[in-house]
Structures are given as structure tokens and as C-alpha cells.
């Protein structure tokens, strides 16, 4: 059930059944996170080299992402704001 003031829109199935591991949602302390996200919570998660300058990602979001030249790999410690994928390419 939707919170009070927030808005929520139905996410195309393609967002909601994107493959690749992930810690489950209770892994994750929001207690000091300004919003709490809900399982299927879209957000941008920016990334550091690679083809991409962000990720647009369900919660929780994938701990790898396969690209053609390579792997972003989430780094998630810390508050939310400071997550990114570091690209890892697959030929050095």
C-alpha cells in the first residue's frame, strides 16, 4: 500500500524481472535514508567508466551487470547516495 505523498506507477514487467543477483531488500539499512525504498522502487545508480553514466535500477538493484566489454559491479557500502556500478572491462 502507497504511503501518504508518495507517488507510485505501475513499472513495465521488463523492470520488474531484471536478471542477476541481488542482496535481498532487508540487507539493506535505510534507517538514516530520507526515503525507504520498496522492493520494485526504481532509482539511478551512476556509474564510474564504461558505456553508461547511470543505471536506471529496481530495488534492490543488481550486484552485476554484463555488458558487452565488461561487468559493472554495484558498490553499495555506505549511504544510498553514494552507491555506483565501477566498470570492470573484460580486456585490460
Not at 1 to 17: K, L, N
Not at 21 to 44: E, I, K, M, N
Not at 58 to 78: A, H, K, N, S
Given at each position: 500500500?502507497?504511503?501518504?505523498?508518495?507517488?507510485?506507477t505501475?513499472?513495465?514487467?521488463?523492470?520488474?524481472?531484471?536478471?542477476?543477483?541481488?542482496?535481498?531488500?532487508?540487507?539493506?539499512?535505510?534507517?538514516?535514508?530520507?526515503?525507504?525504498l520498496?522492493?520494485?522502487?526504481?532509482?539511478?545508480?551512476?556509474?564510474?567508466?564504461?558505456?553508461?553514466?547511470?543505471?536506471?535500477?529496481?530495488?534492490?538493484?543488481?550486484?552485476?551487470?554484463?555488458?558487452?566489454?565488461?561487468?559493472?559491479?554495484?558498490?553499495?557500502?555506505?549511504?544510498?547516495?553514494?552507491?555506483?556500478?565501477?566498470?570492470?572491462?573484460?580486456?585490460?
Amino acid at each position: 500500500m502507497a504511503r501518504p505523498g508518495r507517488i507510485v506507477t505501475r513499472r513495465p514487467s521488463r523492470f520488474r524481472e531484471q536478471p542477476g543477483p541481488r542482496h535481498s531488500a532487508d540487507w539493506y539499512d535505510q534507517s538514516d535514508d530520507p526515503t525507504v525504498l520498496d522492493v520494485g522502487d526504481r532509482l539511478f545508480i551512476p556509474c564510474e567508466g564504461g558505456p553508461s553514466a547511470s543505471r536506471l535500477e529496481t530495488f534492490p538493484p543488481r550486484l552485476e551487470i554484463e555488458e558487452p566489454d565488461g561487468t559493472y559491479v554495484l558498490v553499495d557500502v555506505g549511504p544510498r547516495q553514494a552507491w555506483r556500478y565501477v566498470f570492470i572491462p573484460s580486456r585490460p
